[in-house]
């Protein structure tokens, strides 16, 4: 495999254009993806490496985006409390999560078709696989809440009114995360990420207080793999340090803080990752386009990897998210360097911080 | 009626105590309102002017706030579009906005009951009454998405899409807020609050290019009738700034910006509304309280209406928000000013800036 933009970008080095992944890039928005997965339940297919594998492959030679992210869900590694993915819905659980009896549930016993898909991808796949796991808050509030919240009320009163059994809970969550990012990397994933999607339900106190401690052991137990730990969450913009803070060596950002503010939190040499609007991918073309190059202004020309600031929505088309793959290559590459599909030199000068003469963004 | 404490915090003026009241406080954790309200919706409770206005006086008798909010909501100035509240969901819309055509079912003439219970409110209270409306890019969803919506894809289409018809739907929306505020005011109210509930959806940009215009021209208008005017949204921690510029004279803040952050983007003379996190009034007092005690450490001395993040959870006990009123008042009262409650003289200095010496938070 040659030198991995995606990879350069996330340690803070050198890239010739901007790498550019989406989260969800495979799934229900793909025609081929629906086509594959005919009628099963997400699940199914998520366990069977030959199909999570196949579809995991589908945008990265679709796109020719920088990075493959495993298809699969953060709820999969959690088994014990009848989990589902419910269509349009998202994890749903039969049995929450109540009492201390429940932590016996919770095995830290990576199920083997997760390593398995990630093996078969990393061996076919011509750009480096993301391998993730669920942030302790976000997978806590699935099995406490039952499936997907507003409130969190039920999670926060678990947390707030039995503080030793939430910290037995997220630590354990946190350690059924760590075997099952390393099991992903020892077969193959190169990146990790973290989605602490919910995360931003806590005020910044809160965050510290309760899941901060988990959230590093994650980080920490990962540092040994020597590979990127990207960090990510929506409505995070006040957690964004916290994350930094643990250990995250990159940080997702989500559209609603301007990358430029999150890299004034953050500190000069910080990566991010993000932070198009995914509703934007169903705007006009020339409304997208917009966006998108003022997400590449906004970050400055090192030290980002393009990505939306949540997943693909499922009404997307696949011919806005070609052409967007396209742009971030083409206004980012170095003059003189060919891009990676079959558009030519852009025109932002890599590594000067200064547009070049014909740059007209 | 004696000067009030909340309205001379919303002026930025010396209080004898931290004013507290609550988004929410009249509905439906109150067993007094389940009561009287019985089966029927809560739009037939609100269509009748002595209904409305003994809910709204329901939680000022029962916790001591410091200002009555106007049981209503946001949907009510909207006619024409088959508006309902759906318990549990919130405000459904059975012909939602489409096209231009549907601009002329958008009618400027505030429904005669709200200002008529307002009147009734306004007699009656011995606390100013607030006045409310909602933001245009939250009454916009609503009528766009025909409901509540997690991802507002159709609202944004139509924003970026058709950027004139937006543009005619929020200018229309802003002159339907005018008009119910205004007769809200005239009938009595003291203050009126915008609830740009979802404008948080938006990144920054957005919300400046596309709804800052129409919440400019809602605040402008209302300036003449000189009554403090607050702007509140969640997960709106970057437009703070935008809503003071817009010409909010108090900005609320939830749960997620501490107060501290929250003025330090604003500046020293801003005045803050908030922002305990709803979730937990359902807590064990102490933490309640710990939490309350660190938004009042966190807002500084002066320039603060305490209020919660988001509305009262209907889940929430009314003992819990009785203590929580009264620690507020008995934390912030002045040495030797009696507190308006039951509760003693505090324990924190006002306007000094320094906690006294028995202050233990």
Redesign the interface.
Known sequence: MPPSPFLAACRGEAVPWTPVWFMRQAGRHLPEYRQLRGEGSILDAARRPDLAAEITLQPVRRYGVDAAVLFSDIIVPVTGFGVDIAPGVGPVVEEPFRSAADLDRLRVEPPPYVAEAARLVAKESPVPLIGFAGGPFTLASYLVEGGPSR???TT??LM??EPRLWGDLVGRLAAIAVASLRAQVEAGASAVQIFESWG?A?????YRSYVLPALRSILESLKALDVPRIVFGV?T??LLRLFSEAGADVVGVD????LG?ARSRLGPGSVLQGNL????C???WE?LAQQAE?VLREAGPAGHIFNLGHGV?P?TDPAQLSRLVDLVHSQTSSPGTAGPGTAGPGTMARGTGAPTAGDDR
């Not at 559209?255 to 301007?258: A, G, K, T, Y």
């Open positions: 409130s969190y009320t926060k009163a707030w009114g931003g806590l005020s910044p106190p809160d409505c913009g006040e559209w609603r803080v301007p503010v609007d995914p509703a934007a169903l705007a006009p409304v003022a929505l009404a």
